[in-house]
Antibody
Framework: QLQLLESGPGLVKPSETLSLTCNVS??????????WGWIRQSPEKGLEWIVS???????YYNPSLKSRVAISVETSKNQFSLRLSSVTAADTAVYYC???????????????WGQGALVTVSS | QSVLTQPPSVSGAPGQRVTISCTGS?????????VLWYLQLPGAAPKLLIY???KRPSGVPDRFSGSKSGTSASLAISGLQAADEADYYC???????????FGTGTKVTVL
């Protein structure tokens, strides 16, 4: 059974960089027709897609966040990471990592999700 | 802010059928991008219920069904159960925003 687990600091100061890692177990991050992505959820904005990466190929960013987002994959540890720079209070949210599976001709679903990590931006 | 609009809440008695609407536009649902639906229990991550407008992943009961017409989509829950009390979200892709977008969410209450 595929499992995803987010980890990282729960508190980040304004203007600093938020860093989260998603550890994937029960399946390889490099196999199959899958994207690996990040989504966040806050009371103010609801669910908001951040970025998705297809290992070795494409990366897709939410244009509203692209200038501040970086995503990377570490295959040796079977994990992928998110960095969001210049954070403000508006970036306070629960951050989820998730797998998206590619289905030809369809909007790719997020079929496996991590439990979520609350990140608060505050001094 | 969301480009996909859902009713804030719907309710029904056990055993009844309820439907949740998801209203989009010509740049997302109306452009032909497929719709997905998720269920979120309190304190948990969203769970995929429907993809490709009408398809159910393995393990999702056939009490849940999706449909789409024009710029809108709907999720129907038949034989409503107490365990169905949750928040439900639609999702699609918006070509104007070049982004995957989620609905505003609907809370289902079982009376």
């Amino acid at each position: 059974q595929l499992q995803l687990l987010e980890s990282g600091p729960g508190l980040v100061k304004p203007s600093e960089t938020l860093s989260l890692t998603c550890n994937v177990s029960g399946g390889s991050i490099t196999s199959g027709s899958y994207y690996w992505g990040w989504i966040r959820q806050s009371p103010e904005k609801g669910l908001e897609w951040i970025v998705s990466i297809f290992y070795g190929k494409n990366t897709y960013y939410n244009p509203s966040l692209k200038s501040r987002v970086a995503i990377s994959v570490e295959t040796s540890k079977n994990q992928f990471s998110l960095r969001l720079s210049s954070v403000t209070a508006a970036d306070t949210a629960v951050y989820y990592c998730a797998r998206q599976f590619v289905v030809r001709g369809l909007t790719p679903p997020f079929d496996y999700w991590g439990q979520g990590a609350l990140v608060t931006v505050s001094s | 802010q969301s480009v996909l609009t859902q009713p804030p809440s719907v309710s029904g008695a056990p055993g009844q059928r309820v439907t949740i609407s998801c209203t989009g536009s010509s740049s997302n649902i109306g452009a032909g991008y497929s719709v997905l639906w998720y269920l979120q229990l309190p304190g948990a991550a969203p769970k995929l219920l429907i993809y490709g407008d009408t398809k159910r992943p393995s393990g999702v009961p056939d009490r849940f069904s999706g449909s789409k017409s024009g710029t809108s989509a709907s999720l129907a829950i038949s034989g409503l159960q107490a365990a169905d009390e949750a928040d439900y979200y639609c999702q699609s892709y918006d070509r104007s925003l070049s982004a995957y977008v989620f609905g505003t969410g609907t809370k289902v209450t079982v009376l």
